[in-house]
């Protein structure tokens, strides 16, 4: 195996969007892209793992630890959601156009979070 299987990526705001641009670069330990949006691996998910080498991950088929996230892809417009994974240092992207709110707010920074996405926001990073 090579030393570094994973590539990056950057993911940009979509329109309407908020926050980032995000690079994302999975890690041993570090590889999950996890989808949260229900019914199986979101089209966002699957067009990160496919360029970065991540393995996509249905968190809401099951649970992984937070450490071993190297994104999650959320579907959230309300509260919840939305500023978890940004509490816990986890790089989030939302599909919807949203923007920080809800009880978690202060978390969602430009650095850790990028909103509105669409599989045609991520592009591979060539180095």
Request: include cysteine; hydrophobic fraction near 35%.
């Given at each position: 195996m090579s030393e570094n299987k994973y590539r990056k990526v950057r993911i940009k705001?979509?329109?309407?969007?908020?926050?980032?641009?995000?690079?994302?670069?999975?890690?041993?330990?570090?590889?999950?892209?996890?989808?949260?949006?229900?019914?199986?691996?979101?089209?966002?998910a699957q067009r990160i793992?496919?360029?970065?080498?991540?393995?996509?991950?249905d968190g809401f088929k099951s649970k992984a630890a937070f450490e071993e996230i190297a994104v999650a892809v959320i579907d959230c417009g309300g509260t919840a959601r939305i500023g978890v994974y940004p509490m816990k240092k986890v790089p989030t992207v939302d599909i919807y156009p949203t923007s920080p709110s809800g009880p978690l707010f202060r978390f969602i920074t430009e650095?850790?979070?990028?909103?509105?996405?669409?599989?045609?926001?991520?592009?591979?990073?060539?180095?």
């Amino acid at each position: 195996m090579s030393e570094n299987k994973y590539r990056k990526v950057r993911i940009k705001r979509g329109p309407k969007g908020w926050g980032g641009p995000l690079i994302i670069e999975p890690k041993p330990g570090r590889d999950l892209i996890y989808s949260v949006t229900g019914g199986g691996i979101h089209p966002v998910a699957q067009r990160i793992a496919e360029l970065t080498g991540g393995r996509p991950f249905d968190g809401f088929k099951s649970k992984a630890a937070f450490e071993e996230i190297a994104v999650a892809v959320i579907d959230c417009g309300g509260t919840a959601r939305i500023g978890v994974y940004p509490m816990k240092k986890v790089p989030t992207v939302d599909i919807y156009p949203t923007s920080p709110s809800g009880p978690l707010f202060r978390f969602i920074t430009e650095k850790v979070f990028v909103s509105g996405v669409r599989p045609e926001d991520i592009e591979l990073i060539e180095e």
